[in-house]
């Protein structure tokens, strides 16, 4: 552990604290668009500058190891003045279409204009220009909304291993594309997605679905297999529109196509509701306590006529480990047989 000081106060943090963790370890708020936690520091945004005692200019708090003595302003009038041109030049070259952006009140960007009171632009005029249709089915890129903040390249490279898409071009003609500017073509994790601060990078589903006010959110765990990631269900009108999951939880905030994209079967009007049995040869709705008794007459029956090696049991990978544990010792202790298998194996 060192100690330093920030803003006045005398603070403790492990070893190896950037500036930024012990900041945040803290509360002492630090704007930043292109840092992470879960992601390696970048020190691309430069919105965190902040000013070290004894050294000559300002550095970048999420790249500046914390030393031992180590005494740190994070705020004055230097700071906020470069801290605030910074921003006008993002937004010079940012569309100005607030109103209509799926990521109204829900942008950092748009938080920091806010924060800064920018009004007006001392920098418009030349602004990149691109081609907005994306024919893959689950992201909608918007590049002309991009900051080249890396995170989406970053979260690709560094947690998903899968690098479909990387920094192109310099300069003003610099921008993240897949390989050779074609259209998305990746997993679909939509980790990309979750950690974009503006409105670059939207998931298709919830487009014209409903603005950040009119949603509201449900925690569940995820129903596609046994890991129980934790979901945050966005529902507005009483429809799944968006599925995102907080850093905070098992899964760190990650999520695999199904569960990020794969939700829509929720209001699906093919969903079934009640169990089914087929009587004459045609399915009817029953109750939980008449499917379960059937199942048990059924599988008795067959046990006692040609012996327990005649039923086979075929578990699922949707299931908890607790779940499928209780699953095999049934098909085992009680049916009497080892015909049990999984269909992960498949």
């Not at 300002?58 to 801290?83: D, F, H, K, W, Y």
Request: glycine share 8%; charged share 25%.
């Amino acid at each position: 552990m060192m100690n330093l000081t920030i803003n006045g106060r005398h603070i403790t943090v492990p070893d190896n604290a950037t500036i930024l963790d012990a900041a945040r370890r803290n509360d002492i708020y630090i704007p930043t668009l292109c840092d992470d936690p879960r992601l390696e520091p970048h020190g691309g945004c430069r919105l965190c500058l902040v000013q070290v005692k004894g050294l000559p200019r300002l550095v970048s708090a999420c790249t500046t190891p914390a030393t031992e003595g180590m005494v740190v302003e994070t705020s004055n009038e230097q700071i906020e003045r470069q801290r605030r041109t910074i921003v006008e030049l993002l937004l010079s070259d940012h569309p100005n279409d607030c109103m209509v952006c799926a990521r109204a009140g829900d942008c950092t960007l748009q938080e920091l204009a806010y924060f800064y009171d920018l009004r007006s632009n001392r920098f418009y005029g030349e602004r990149r220009q691109y081609a907005k249709k994306d024919m893959n089915p689950f992201i909608e890129r918007d590049m002309e909304k991009c900051i080249l903040c890396g995170k989406c390249v970053r979260v690709c490279e560094e947690i998903q291993g899968f690098g479909a898409i990387d920094v192109a071009g310099r300069g003003f003609a610099a921008k993240v594309t897949p390989p050779f500017e074609k259209d998305l073509d990746c997993e679909f994790c939509g980790q990309c997605v979750s950690l974009c601060p503006t409105g670059a990078l939207i998931g298709k589903q919830s487009l014209g679905k409903g603005r950040q006010k009119d949603v509201r959110e449900v925690e569940t765990v995820c129903g596609y297999c046994g890991c129980g990631c934790n979901l945050t269900l966005h529902i507005s009108r009483n429809e799944v529109v968006r599925v995102t999951s907080r850093p905070d939880t098992i899964n760190e905030g990650w999520l695999c196509v199904k569960g990020r994209y794969g939700q829509s079967f929720i209001n699906s009007p093919d969903r079934l509701t009640t169990p089914l049995i087929k009587k004459e040869g045609k399915f009817v709705p029953a109750s939980w306590d008449e499917a379960l008794g059937y199942v048990a007459e059924r599988l008795s029956a067959i046990k006692q006529k040609h012996g327990a090696d005649a039923i086979g049991g075929l578990s699922s990978a949707r299931c908890t480990n607790e779940e499928n544990y209780l699953f095999q010792k049934f098909i085992r202790a009680v049916i009497g047989t080892n015909n049990v298998d999984h269909c992960a194996r498949l």
